[in-house]
């Protein structure tokens, strides 16, 4: 079984930065890839960004030039660095892992960001 565990969610102003992260541990063999997922209130989850075990970046048109994805130097440690927060960003932010083996998600159970203007 894997667990997650994410930290570093907040209130922030817009225009600040937060930093996320998130701990993978359990019964990981190797990873797929790791990134993190949004949900706002009244909206669909929605991926914002991953990376791949090899490195390769991925990130939703909205947060490009101001999200970086990170793997520590734990590879099954993840982070988000959320730099030029808008209201728009608020939401809960899901850490999520993709296993190779099985090709199956494993969630954390979010970490809550929230942008005042």
């Known amino acids: 079984q894997v667990q997650l565990v994410e930290s570093g969610g907040g209130l922030v102003q817009a225009g600040g930065s937060l930093k996320l992260s998130c701990a993978a541990s359990?019964?990981?063999?190797?990873?797929?890839?790791m990134g993190w997922y949004r949900q706002a209130p009244g909206k669909q989850r929605e991926l914002v960004a991953h990376i791949t075990s090899g490195g390769s970046t991925y990130y939703v048109d909205s947060v490009k030039g101001r999200f970086t994805i990170s793997r520590g130097n734990a590879k099954n440690t993840v982070y988000l660095t959320m730099n030029s927060l808008k209201p728009e960003d608020t939401a809960v932010y899901y850490c999520?892992?993709?296993?190779?083996?099985?090709?199956?998600?494993?969630w954390g159970q979010g970490t809550q960001v929230t942008v005042s203007s």
């Open positions: 999520n892992v993709r296993l190779s083996a099985t090709m199956l998600d494993y």
């Open positions: 359990g019964s990981i063999f190797s990873i797929s890839r």
